[in-house]
């Protein structure tokens, strides 16, 4: 199972509105719990990934805690962001906004990007994955911040292809 299937069925169980999921396969177990507080309104997930043993002494169990997609700030009009397309995220993982500490940042308010120009980096499992735009246009507001934790299709950037 990769990790595109494991974040499609954490989204699935989010959605279903179970509060507990076992999966276990040859060679992994996966536990995925979802409690709701009514007076908050908001679903924590929390997904354990066990690599069961094989042949061989097993590596040691894997425990990753998602932190609930955070919504995406919304502006003083619906519908002035309605013009405007967002940049989301393919992945689950840490953002960063620059190539490394010491350079500038990949775009900022006001950047013009084309498609295919490399917008942030995100950290999943130790590799970074260059985030590509899909889109033409000029960034309107960056909605994450820097190091951040960010959820698969979660917003990042909105553009403006005007």
């Known amino acids: 199972m990769d990790i595109r299937e494991i974040q499609n069925l954490i989204k699935f169980v989010a959605k279903s509105g179970a509060t507990e999921v076992k ?3 040859d060679d992994f177990k996966i ?4 409690t709701t507080e ?3 309104a ?3 997930t929390t997904t354990y990934i066990q690599q069961l043993p094989s042949a061989q002494p097993a590596a040691p169990a894997i425990a990753a805690a998602p932190q609930p997609a955070a919504a995406a700030p919304q502006a003083p009009a619906a519908e002035d962001t309605s ?3 967002v940049i989301k995220s393919p992945i689950i993982g840490t953002l960063y906004r ?3 500490p ?3 940042t990949f775009v900022e308010v006001g950047s013009t990007i084309s498609k295919g120009d490399v917008v ?3 950290e999943a499992m130790k590799l970074f994955n260059e985030i590509e735009s899909e889109v033409s246009g000029k960034i309107v507001k960056v909605l994450v911040d820097d190091a951040s934790p960010v959820e698969y299709d979660q917003p990042l950037f909105l553009v403006d292809p005007s």
Do not use: G
């Not at 536990?31 to 979802?34: D, F, G, Q, S, W």
């Open 83 to 85: 013009k405007f397309l």
């Open 98 to 100: 620059k190539p490394s």
């Open 31 to 34: 536990t995925i719990k979802t």
């Open 102 to 104: 010491d350079k500038p």
């Open 120 to 122: 942030c980096v995100i």
């Open 23 to 25: 999966l276990e396969m």
């Open 38 to 40: 009514a007076s908050a």
């Open 42 to 44: 908001e679903a924590t």
